[in-house]
């Protein structure tokens, strides 16, 4: 593997894997190796994009590359509040709950806040490089792949941005908490540094 893409989650990472996909010079998985039931080493691909990855990127950071994929915080914690992820048993909060035990205590909107300053806040201490969804920084992964970035912008129209889109809740950003709008500002930060 040359690069890992981590995230919170509800980010587009199943977008960006989807674009990585139509690139034929290299394999890509979406949750691929980095999965609800921890790493798995039969598995090759150059690029695994998951949010799943999170608790592993200590040791992964000298192993690979790592990206951070990141969006803004009420698309993301609407979007874990409307697929009621929070209140469905699965093995994806399972993991989630096996990392970050203290969630399985808070409301659904409390959680995902939580997730996304905990998430977030982990993957920059290892992140090589950190880039918004709104505005996918191609070239960072072009270079961490050592891809061609023509076989790139020739896949990116191939995929709509709305690709795994689900319901949203309506959440009041004025509840959203200073941590998390903190953390935002802290990745934005760190997009235009790296």
Known sequence: MRLVIAGTGRCGTGYV????QNCPSITAGHEYLYGPHGPDQTRQVDVDVSW???PYLPTLRHEVNVGLLYRHPAAVISSFVGI???TQP??????MTR???????????????????????????????????DSVAWE????????????????IPNV???????NRA?????????????????????????
């Open 17 to 20: 894997a989807k674009v990585l």
């Open 52 to 54: 799943m990855a999170v």
């Open 84 to 86: 009621d992820f929070f």
């Open 90 to 95: 699965s093995m994806y909060l399972s993991f």
């Open 99 to 133: 990392y970050v035990p203290e969630i399985a205590d808070m409301t659904p909107f409390e959680a995902a806040c939580h997730w996304y300053v905990v998430a977030n806040q982990h993957a920059l201490n290892y992140a090589h490089f950190v880039t918004d969804i």
């Open 140 to 155: 960072k992964i072009v270079r961490a792949v050592g891809m061609n970035a023509t076989e790139l912008a020739a896949a």
């Open 160 to 166: 709509s941005q709305t690709y795994n889109h689900r």
């Open 170 to 194: 309506d959440v009041d950003i004025a509840q959203i908490p200073g941590s998390v709008w903190a953390t935002y500002e802290l990745l934005e930060g760190a997009s235009r540094a790296s």
